[in-house]
């Protein structure tokens, strides 16, 4: 009964996603305000439907209905109730689910928060995202109805792949989604301004708090994919450059593109057709990693269950969306006319300049991604690309985009001068030059790369933090004053602060963790000790647990340094009873200086187990500095600017609103 | 509503227009290139191989484990799988558990050892066991190219002859154990 209410919502929801798509386009074209005003509640009444749709899923979860095929197949009685929930988007139907629930809600929030829009750019947004929704919504009820009956219903259920059943994959895909759906909204705004053929400074900063708020997600959700990465797959590492991830990656940095270019078209009113491309590309990349993942021509640990089917239907809707959208654009674009001249050292020349390295750094990694598929189809030979390729082409495509970054950010608009950049840089430039040399001296030589990777992070936060102290240290003054000025910045100034030093603590972090791991292998006997990294550890042995779907053997170290004891780390081999699969959970401990992260592998006959003793140091910078990035991505939502709404537009281009 | 209620700007032709159509003339080709890999589904690649002699190829040793290496004198005489893997691919990681479980059943298990460093690979065994019979260091994809290796890791099973009977592309899940796996090497052993 449950899951019937869900499909005919979905049903229903499909015909109302029809409607929206269509009448409010019809009436823009033709000036009619009673077809344009249905786009608003009909996007509400969508969410409405999903929600239910959703909700009876999820119902079916906790209930464990098993004569629901997609239940019975992902799902178990003995899973705790978290998991039960987790375990409705860790599968095909149902994270397609919440992919079209996400759509909904972000098309939902443009009817209800876009109050600042002119009524025919709204209509044709939010009919633009129904179209996205129409597409999906039929992808779903004719190739992947989670609510599918299964007669007769089986006993029990199938269960959910072990390494899934963890806190942090359950958080892990509606936060990426809530990114990669979220930059369907940047995707309509695009269509819609095309459609109109007026792009302007009002139309970049309508754009930006929704390109900021998809963009701070998928901040989140990608580095909540590499945290569990690293703790659940047992060896330490956070980025593997997997197909799947990658296709994740990709939108990230063409959005990060468009966040910086979309500030120029607000500011300066030019670069405007570039931006209206990266919009469109950074959701077509979230739509390529979609068909990527559920499509089945590239293997990978993440990827779902493939279908030919359903990867024709996804390359369809791929080809429609995308391949339409370009063509529009290859129409529209050309009449759009440039705004304000810039002097190649200025602060929209370097904004161009970071558009240029992270649009080459996209290429580079969506070459990586297809270049295998796309060899294999003209008959060549087979290859597979790995970490190899990457850390050879996007690694340097990093250094001058870092290297740049603390300097275009400080540099005037239209025409800057960058001697008065450096002047006011010079304090960070020395203190990171002093601080880099003084690595080199204490280590060795061979260690350079490593260096340039601390002496460029330290760069972004010093060359960061510059700006922002010398503006509040002007003289004259004491503290207070020092203090009210700080104060006093505009929000959008300490957000672009805080998400740059961001990068700079994610950058010494991978640095260090990439290049100053120590391991030790090695079978210990219960009662030894083994040194790792200046600490003591002893193996105190292993004994069995019981979880509440698994059995496991769990090894517990005592670590101590210099005598003192440091912390009690265990480490499970667990085995899932009913999937019938081992996983291995390392024991970690983390400080801000390092992770302690051990591994407990198999027995040998002599009474010795088989350890991984890892000391990672600074890893926790890594997801420390994402977390910034994505706290930056909210300080910059919460400017002023997007809460009292721009002005409207007047029929000649606006003058640029003063800061 | 008269303020937003205007036509679009004329379309102005322009002479640098023809800029403007490479994006969609780049998707295209991208498009073209998804189309024709979706009718390969990796993890089923037939492979032009099957029921043929397994190539002739005659690997290294993996320097530190053992100084017999592995070449096509070792296959056949009975049914065995050639595993090819490597320390940096995580799928392998995540099938090795699988691969230990069926050396441990007494299953040859041969292994290639794809574009790695010997110490890295030499750690990889260390650490998540050795299920392996005889290893030979593919440095640089040489033999794999012969075997026709789409990505790693891929299994393949081998049958009394020296002739190659499946692929497997992709990890191998314990499911693939039970369905073809098994079943394959039970009907070779008869």
């Keep these: ?659 | 509503m008269s303020a937003s209620l205007e036509q679009p700007a004329a379309a102005r032709p322009s002479r640098r227009g023809w800029l403007f159509l490479l994006p969609v003339l780049a998707f295209a080709a991208v498009g073209v290139v998804l189309a024709l890999g979706l009718g390969r589904d990796p993890q089923t690649l037939p492979s032009v191989l099957i029921d043929k002699p397994a190539p002739s190829f005659a690997l290294p040793p993996l320097p530190g484990r053992d100084e017999r290496g592995f070449s096509s004198a070792d296959l056949g005489g009975r049914p065995m799988l050639v595993n090819v893997f490597a320390s940096w691919c995580v799928p392998c990681r995540i099938e090795h558990p699988v691969l230990d479980q069926l050396a441990r059943e007494g299953v040859t298990i041969h292994a290639i050892n794809y574009k790695d460093a010997p110490e890295d690979a030499l750690a990889f065994l260390r650490a998540l066991g050795d299920p392996f019979t005889r290893i030979g260091a593919d440095r640089q994809g040489r033999a794999a190219i012969d075997w026709g290796v789409y990505g790693v890791p891929e299994t393949f099973v081998i049958d009394r002859d020296g002739r190659i009977r499946y692929r497997h592309v992709g990890p191998l899940q314990p499911r693939d154990l039970e369905q073809t796996i098994r079943p394959l090497l039970e009907k070779l052993a008869r």
């Design chain 1, 1 to 659: 009964m449950i899951a019937e209410l869900g499909h005919f919502a979905l049903v229903l929801a499909f015909a109302v996603a029809i409607v929206q798509g269509t009448l409010p386009l019809l009436g823009a074209a033709r000036r009619d305000a009673a077809l344009v005003a249905v786009a608003p509640p009909a996007a509400l009444v969508q969410l409405l439907l999903i929600s239910i749709a959703f909700g009876a899923l999820v119902h079916l979860y906790v209930v464990s209905d098993f004569s629901v095929a997609n239940v019975a197949a992902n799902s178990h009685q003995s899973k705790p109730l978290v998991y039960r929930i987790s375990g409705v988007w860790g599968n095909h139907e149902g994270s397609l689910l919440l992919w079209v629930w996400i759509l909904a809600l972000f098309g939902s929030a443009v009817a209800a928060f876009g109050g600042n829009l002119p009524v025919l750019f709204k209509s044709r947004v939010l009919a633009i995202q129904a179209l996205i929704g129409v597409g999906f919504l039929a992808f779903m009820l004719f190739t992947s109805n989670p609510f599918e009956r299964l007669d007769p219903a089986p006993l029990e259920g199938r269960g959910l792949n072990p390494i899934l059943q963890d806190p942090g994959l359950a958080m892990h895909p509606p936060m990426l989604y809530l990114g990669y759906v979220g930059f369907s909204t940047t995707f309509s705004f695009a269509i819609a301004g095309l459609l109109e053929g007026r792009i302007d400074p009002s139309w970049a900063r309508w754009l930006r708090p929704w390109t900021l708020a998809a963009w701070t997600a998928l901040t989140l959700g990608i580095a909540l994919g590499s945290w569990w990465a690293y703790y659940e797959l047992g060896w330490g590492g956070f980025w593997f450059w997997d197909p799947v991830e990658n296709a994740s990656f990709m939108p990230w940095l063409a959005g990060t593109a468009l966040l910086h270019s979309a500030i120029v078209v607000e500011k300066r009113d030019t670069l405007k057709s570039w931006t209206i491309l990266l919009a469109i590309l950074t959701f077509a990349l979230s739509l390529l990693g979609t068909f990527l993942v559920r499509s089945g021509v590239l293997t990978s640990v993440h990827a779902f269950a493939s279908d030919p089917a359903r990867g024709v239907f996804i390359l369809a809707l791929l080809v429609v969306a995308v391949g339409g959208a370009l063509a529009l654009y290859a129409w529209r674009a050309p009449s759009l006319q440039g705004g304000g001249m810039f002097a190649p050292v200025s602060r929209e020349g370097a904004l161009l300049l970071n558009n240029l390295l992270l649009a080459s750094a996209t290429a580079t990694v969506l070459l990586g991604t297809l270049y295998p598929l796309a060899l294999d189809v003209v008959g060549g030979p087979k290859i597979s690309v790995g970490p190899p390729y990457f850390n050879a082409t996007f690694v340097p495509l990093m250094i001058p985009l870092f290297l740049a970054l603390p300097i275009g950010a400080v540099l005037a608009w239209k025409r800057g001068e960058l001697g008065g950049a450096l002047q006011r840089l010079w304090l960070a430039a020395a203190a990171t030059l002093g601080v880099s040399i003084v690595l080199l001296l204490v280590s060795d030589l061979a260690r350079g790369l490593a260096i340039l990777g601390y002496g460029l992070g330290l760069w972004l936060i010093l060359g960061s933090l510059a700006d922002p102290l010398g503006r509040a240290a002007l003289p004259g003054g004491g503290l207070a004053r020092f203090w009210r000025r700080l104060c006093g910045l505009p929000r959008a100034s300490w957000a672009m602060v805080v998400a740059h030093v961001g990068l700079g603590v994610l950058v010494i972090g991978v640095t260090a963790t990439s290049t100053g791991q120590s391991e030790r292998i090695l079978a210990m006997k219960p009662g030894e000790v083994a040194e790792l990294a200046g600490y003591s550890v002893r193996f105190e042995g292993v004994r069995e647990v019981r979880g509440p779907n698994w059995i496991a053997q769990r090894g517990t170290f005592a670590v101590s340094r210099d005598g003192a004891f440091v912390a009690e780390i265990a480490s499970d081999k667990r085995f899932f009873v009913v999937e019938q699969r081992p996983t291995t959970e390392a024991g970690i401990h983390t400080t801000l200086w390092r992770d302690l992260y051990f591994v407990l592998g198999e027995p040998a006959p002599d009474g010795a187990w088989t350890v991984r003793l890892y000391h990672n140091p600074l890893v926790v910078w890594i997801w420390g500095g994402a977390v910034l990035m994505a706290l930056g991505g909210l300080l910059s939502l919460s400017d002023r600017r997007f809460r009292v709404g721009a002005p409207r537009p007047a029929r000649v281009p606006a003058a640029v609103p003063a800061e």
